[in-house]
Each structure stands twice: as C-alpha cells, then as structure tokens.
C-alpha cells in the first residue's frame, strides 16, 4: 500500500526498508492496543494512527486540514 502511494506521487520516496518499517506500524500499535487491554481497536483509532503518526512519518501533508 506504501510502495503504491509513492508510485503514484501521494508520497515521497523512502527507501524500501523505511518503507517496511513504516508498514509494520499500524498492525504494532493495534496489537498492543490490544494486549493492554483497552479495549476493541475501532476504526477511528486506526484513521488516528495513520493521520498523526504514518502520513507524518512519510512527509504527507495534513489531509486532514
């Protein structure tokens, strides 16, 4: 999904492994998420992530403001 948004420009190019790091962080934060006990990991918690944390990360502008 990351290799396909600098593909298409959305994001700039990293190298493949900031790339990989960069994939893994999603499914860690939902993980321990869970393992702490907080609760369901809901959808808006993954659009949190992805916004404030990922997009960020990668240098996207603010998609949100």
């Known amino acids: 999904l990351l290799r396909r948004a600098v593909e298409r ?3 700039p190019a990293r190298s493949d492994a900031a ?3 960069l994939a893994e962080v999603v499914p860690a ?3 321990q998420r ?3 006990g907080r609760g369901p990991v809901r959808r808006a918690f993954f659009v949190q992530v992805i916004d ?3 997009l960020p990360a ?3 502008p603010d998609a949100a403001g």
């Open 9 to 11: 420009g959305e994001a």
């Open 19 to 21: 790339v990989a790091v």
């Open 29 to 31: 934060m939902s993980t």
């Open 34 to 36: 869970l393992a702490a």
């Open 52 to 54: 404030e944390v990922l």
């Open 58 to 60: 990668l240098g996207v």
